[in-house]
């Protein structure tokens, strides 16, 4: 079992930056990615970014140039670090670990989410 924490959401101006931190604990070994989805109300919950153990980094068109994600090893914690926040990006943030079993199976832990609202 992996569990998740999350911290860092809360309510910005457009324009502003937030740093969200998801720190695992628990049985984190083979993990192979772990990532950021957010959910906006009616719609479908989306990759934000990812970063495998390797360190290779993958973000959504949406929020290139504007996110980053980054990992601690030493403190099993990974950020998303948000600049140049726009309205749009209000959601629920999830944290997720992926531990894969193959092409087509995974394990996948889920952090409880947090609300990052962009807002004048």
């Known amino acids: 079992q992996v569990q998740l924490v999350e911290s860092g959401g809360g309510l910005v101006q457009p324009g502003g930056s937030l740093r969200l931190s998801c720190a695992a604990s628990?049985?984190?070994?083979?993990?192979?990615?772990m990532g950021w989805y957010r959910q906006a109300p009616g719609k479908q919950r989306e990759l934000v970014a990812s970063i495998s153990n390797g360190g290779s980094t993958n973000y959504a068109d949406s929020v290139k140039g504007r996110f980053t994600v980054s990992r601690d090893n030493a403190k099993n914690t990974v950020y998303l670090q948000m600049n140049s926040l726009k309205t749009e990006d209000t959601a629920v943030y999830y944290c997720?670990?992926?531990?894969?079993?193959?092409?087509?199976?995974?394990?996948?832990?889920w952090g409880q989410g947090t609300q990052v609202t962009v807002s004048s």
């Open positions: 997720n670990a992926a531990r894969f079993l193959g092409p087509v199976s995974s394990t996948n832990y």
């Open positions: 628990g049985i984190i070994f083979s993990i192979n990615i």
